[in-house]
């Protein structure tokens, strides 16, 4: 009876605590780039890519800016983009998020992040991109 009752608590809380996975991949030190920027997604209607700006600061690196690729200032080191996906059960919420960095000179892919939550207990966009950046602008 005991048994039961321990496997039927741990099965829930496997439930509320949900699962998330985060992968991250760079080729150089991220963390001499001082001067990104990120690609605004005309179909983002969540502003993550002033969040990123934000968590780009608030990581050290003071130059950060957005807005479309055109726009792009003189004397950017590198460049993100990112792809979003969002659900909605009861809240919308991002389930999906994949960070791609490049060097902005040569053109070359020198990072990427990939965060996904599908769960009951869901972190907030701002936690997910702390997350991802946290991971891939860390010192080698």
């Excluded at 009752?5 to 509320?16: E, G, H, K, Q």
């Excluded at 990120?38 to 993550?48: S, T």
């Excluded at 002033?50 to 957005?66: F, H, M, R």
């Amino acid at each position: 009876m005991k048994t039961a009752l321990l496997l039927t608590l741990a099965f829930l809380a496997s439930l509320v605590a949900g699962c998330s996975s985060l992968s991250t991949r760079k080729t150089v030190d991220l963390t001499r780039y001082k001067h990104i920027y990120v690609e605004h997604r005309l179909a983002d209607n969540h502003r993550l890519d002033e969040q990123i700006v934000t968590e780009l600061k608030a990581l050290g690196c003071p130059e950060a800016s957005c807005g479309f690729l055109t726009m792009k200032p003189a004397g950017v080191d590198a460049i993100i983009t990112y792809e979003d996906r969002w659900t909605w059960d009861f809240k919308d919420y991002l389930i999906e998020f994949s960070l791609n960095i490049r060097d902005a000179r040569a053109d070359k892919p020198i990072g990427h992040g990939y965060y996904h939550q599908a769960a009951l207990t869901t972190k907030s966009p701002e936690a997910v991109i702390h997350k991802v950046l946290g991971e891939l602008l860390s010192p080698n």
